[in-house]
């Protein structure tokens, strides 16, 4: 059981250290993490965004997914919104809009590569690492298929392949890790005929869309979406309307994922490190009182003894004296009898009785 | 001789055995769907509904109705509540049936259950609490198996491992309620990393605090619910001490979980100040709140008072099963009802009839192994050899 139980205090203690150190960063730490200086990123322009899904097609390809249920210049997917599946690690979405714009806003949907990503810090394997381009990325070889990052993706976007009975992966965008490293496009930015989205490092986006934003002040929302959401994303956007309008969550707030969770987990050596003294104390006041009553009990256990003995004794001497006393009495008539009998001697030798009968009668006494 | 046989086949068609027969044939059937067609054949999971009633009802109210065994362990050994001795052990078996089959049931689940010791001996995501769950679980499991051990060796006649197994009482209750104490709350603060979709009326910073305390609850409405059901089926298997202690303990756990549903519905209410979230009770969503807030805490609260009081023996036990229905209630609201509200309904999940089939399967499984062993074992009376020895 030692051997456990020391296990199982090193990982509480790789819990602990973890929180504090480390780019795994996650939790119980009050420091902010802006993510790595040079990350790369894209910036998502919808006011450029013709809706072609040509992003969709590069996707596919790039990542050699499987075939398309619909060909990808069928446009009329558009009509229902859709989301990220084992097969598609981007869609595109059509949102009709009544504001200023004239027509459609359509929206792109992938991964977002959080700084802080809450499927990360979520997986009980680390099957996913935030690496330092900005990519986050999953090793299906140590996954086991518990789907607990899906529950804790705030943007609803890994997903997972039911349909594989014993091998399933986790599937989603990786910013085409692969081929940034080699620094190659990421598939769906090549592919984009319009330039709606945009490349680079994480920093250098965020003065581009700052600087759209105020050459064109009538035609974006003031606000970069993914700058601060969920303490930032490495994909940000830029809109036109309101960002819920194109179904992106306004409600998201800006604290990184690995917050929400850090107060519990830094509970846990608490409940390791005072449970056991507590509960050893009850244990141990319950044993006292146990003990107590233990001995008062033998108290009365002994006092009780020691009374029967006593009355045993009273009784016994009771008896003895009894018996003593009857001693005495019989003593004494033997006594008084044996007087009378010499009383008689002289009376009857004067009668001159036969001797016969003074030799009966002590007979009959004894009798 | 063919009389014979026909007498014996007989003996075993009883109506129970045969719909537990059914059922364990229809869960051999799915369990074949299961991992030669992948969830997607028997399953209603999605990617928006990643955890269906495996995580909602085989894990997390498993979890919390096994809790009987740590409950009862440290009311009898840590604070010295002998006149409740003789519920430890039927308590200590089902919790380690319960923990068992909640094992069973992730297998099931999760994509490649051979991988299931991997956070452990491969790498530690010791950021998730999804981490804290399974460590707890499997160290609990063990502690559960060793608590349990005593019965089934004085059953087998091995007296020296006995011997030994029952001198680690102490310090695997101990170890027990620390391993509980945090997996019983990390299974509630598994929450805490989706507020965007969890409803805000059940998403609390509370919820770890919250699992933790409905889980003593349901462990001492438990105990009572099962030695109600065991005088009922197997009166017979129990001696004198069992069933002279049996009403005591109706009562005394009656009080206290009376007293905790109180505590709790308190904390409830001081996480709803806490939170601002008094508009929403006026919502669709409020009522279903205060359904289970008000008829499956304050009520049953009250039930157990009165039952405790009057000393009325069938209230308490009807308050048990109603806490039970209550704390499964609140389990299956947080994973699967208030869980992912914001979706539109095209989206929502309902579970699978196969999905269903496996639940009710692993749970028969529970029932049959219960029986088989207190039909052998020493759990509802003490063994001859070994009487007032623990
Ligand atoms: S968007 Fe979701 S899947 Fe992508 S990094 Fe963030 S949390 Fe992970
Ligand atoms: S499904 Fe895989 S990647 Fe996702 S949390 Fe579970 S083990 Fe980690
Ligand atoms: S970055 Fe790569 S993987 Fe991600 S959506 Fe674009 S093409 Fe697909």
């Not at chain 1, 996707?59 to 069928?74: A, I, S, T, Y």
Request: proline share 5%; hydrophobic share 45%.
């Amino acid at each position: 059981m030692s051997l456990t139980r020391r296990k199982f205090l090193s990982w509480l203690g790789a819990a602990t250290v973890s929180t504090t150190l480390g780019q795994a960063a996650q939790a119980a730490s009050n420091k902010h993490f802006s993510g790595y200086p040079q990350s790369h990123g894209v910036l998502f322009d919808n006011t450029r965004c013709i809706g072609c899904r040509k992003c969709e097609e590069g996707c596919n390809q790039v990542n050699e997914l499987p075939g398309p249920d619909r060909p990808f210049n069928d446009l009329a997917v558009l009509d229902k919104p859709r989301r990220t599946t084992a097969k598609a690690y981007t869609v595109v979405n059509r949102y009709e809009n009544d504001g200023m714009l004239q027509g459609p806003v359509f929206r792109k949907i992938q991964c977002n590569h959080c700084l802080e990503p809450a499927c990360a810090s979520a997986c009980f394997v680390r099957a996913f690492t935030k690496t330092a381009t900005g990519a986050v990325i999953y090793d299906p070889s140590v996954c086991v298929g518990c789907r607990y990052c899906m529950i804790a993706c705030p943007f609803e976007i890994p997903a997972y392949e039911y349909d594989q009975a014993l091998v399933p992966r986790i599937m989603k965008c990786t910013l085409c890790y692969p081929r940034i490293v080699k620094g190659l496009l990421p598939g769906c930015v090549e592919a984009c005929p319009t330039e709606a989205l945009t490349f680079g490092r994480r920093r250098d986006l965020l003065r581009t869309a700052r600087e759209r934003i105020s050459q064109f002040p009538e035609r974006y929302i003031d606000h970069i979406y993914g700058e601060n959401e969920m303490g930032g994303t490495s994909w940000l956007y830029l809109s036109g309307v309101p960002y819920r309008e194109v179904g992106m969550r306004e409600d998201l707030g800006i604290t990184p994922a690995p917050q929400l969770t850090a107060g519990a987990l830094s509970a846990v050596p608490m409940v390791v490190g005072l449970w056991p003294v507590l509960l050893t104390g009850v244990y141990a006041i319950t044993q006292r009182k146990e003990k107590i009553v233990k001995a008062e009990q033998e108290q009365a256990v002994a006092a009780a003894r020691e009374q029967a003995r006593a009355e045993a004794q009273a009784q016994l001497a009771q008896a003895l004296a009894k018996a003593a006393q009857e001693k005495e009495a019989a003593i004494a008539r033997e006594v008084k009898k044996a007087l009378e009998e010499a009383a008689k001697v002289p009376t009857e030798q004067a009668a001159a009785a036969p001797p016969a009968d003074t030799a009966q009668t002590p007979t009959e006494e004894e009798s | 001789m063919a009389d014979e046989t026909a007498a014996a086949s007989k003996a075993y068609l009883t109506p129970f055995n045969m719909v537990a027969g059914i059922i364990v044939l229809l869960g051999v059937i799915i369990t074949v769907l299961r991992f030669t067609g992948g969830l997607a054949a028997v399953t209603n999971l999605s990617d928006y509904n990643p955890w269906g009633i495996w995580i909602g009802f085989d894990l997390l109210v498993g979890v919390a109705l096994a809790a009987g065994g740590y409950v009862t362990s440290a009311a009898v050994y840590l604070f010295g509540m002998k006149k409740y001795h003789s519920a430890v052990r039927p308590a200590v078996l089902t919790g380690f049936l319960g923990y068992a089959l909640v094992v069973l049931a992730l297998h099931y689940d999760v994509g490649r259950p051979w991988r299931l010791p991997y956070p452990f001996i491969v790498q530690q995501g010791s950021t998730s609490l999804l981490f804290e769950v399974a460590a707890c679980v499997a160290l609990y499991l063990t502690v559960l198996f060793l608590e349990f051990s005593p019965a089934a060796l004085e059953w087998l006649g091995l007296k020296r491992a006995r011997r030994l197994a029952v001198r680690l009482t102490m310090a695997l209750t101990i170890f027990g309620v620390i391993l509980s104490t945090l997996h019983q709350s990390s299974l509630g603060a598994l929450f805490l990393i989706a507020p965007s979709k969890l409803h805000p009326l059940w998403y609390s910073s509370y919820l770890p605090i919250y699992f933790f305390i409905t889980s003593i609850i349901a462990g001492l409405s438990m105990v009572i619910f099962e030695s109600t059901l065991s005088h009922h089926y197997f009166a017979a298997k129990m001696d004198a001490n069992h069933l002279r202690e049996k009403d005591g303990i109706a009562l005394g756990f009656g009080k206290a979980a009376s007293f905790i549903l109180a505590g709790y519905f308190a904390i409830k209410v001081i996480g709803l100040a806490a939170d601002d979230n008094w508009h929403w009770l006026g919502t669709g969503y409020g009522f279903w709140y205060l359904v289970e807030l008000v008829g499956f805490v304050l009520l049953p609260c009250f039930a157990y008072a009165v039952g405790v009081r009057d000393k009325n023996l069938k209230l308490i036990k009807w308050s048990a099963v109603w806490t039970v229905l209550g704390v499964a209630l609140n389990r299956l609201n947080v994973s699967l009802v208030a869980f992912n509200w914001h979706l539109p309904s095209g989206e929502r999940y309902f579970p699978h009839w196969m999905e269903i089939g496996i639940s009710l399967f692993i749970v028969t499984i529970g029932v049959l192994a219960y029986k088989f062993i207190v039909t052998r074992m020493p759990i509802l009376y003490e063994h001859p050899d070994f009487q007032g020895e623990h």
